[in-house]
């Protein structure tokens, strides 16, 4: 089983990827953001808690919110991110990851 932990997925192509090993654990949206681009949320084994690739930021998810707000503010990129932010806590609780945000 590959460790994408910390992988940089800039410019991947994952058309076709079998993803099976990581049990369903991922979400991919996109494009958002001021660089249009997709944001990774993934449940790493290693540590047990969700983590966030989102363009050059890579780190746990209440890093990234943080990030968000202070980078975003209430502008419209930042009001899309707290949406997103609600998506991957409710896909987390609803999907049974182990370390729900």
Known sequence: MANL????????????ADLFGAFGKIISIGPI???RGITYAFW????KNIHIK??????SFDAWVNKCA?????????KNYAAVAE???TVAKNNGWENEV
């Open 87 to 89: 998506l991957i806590k």
């Open 54 to 59: 989102c363009g050059c930021f890579s780190g």
């Open 70 to 78: 202070e980078t975003h503010r209430d502008d419209a990129h930042g």
């Open 44 to 47: 790493c084994e290693y540590d």
């Open 33 to 35: 953001g001021s660089r």
């Open 5 to 16: 932990f910390e992988a940089d997925l800039r410019g991947a192509n994952l058309r076709g």
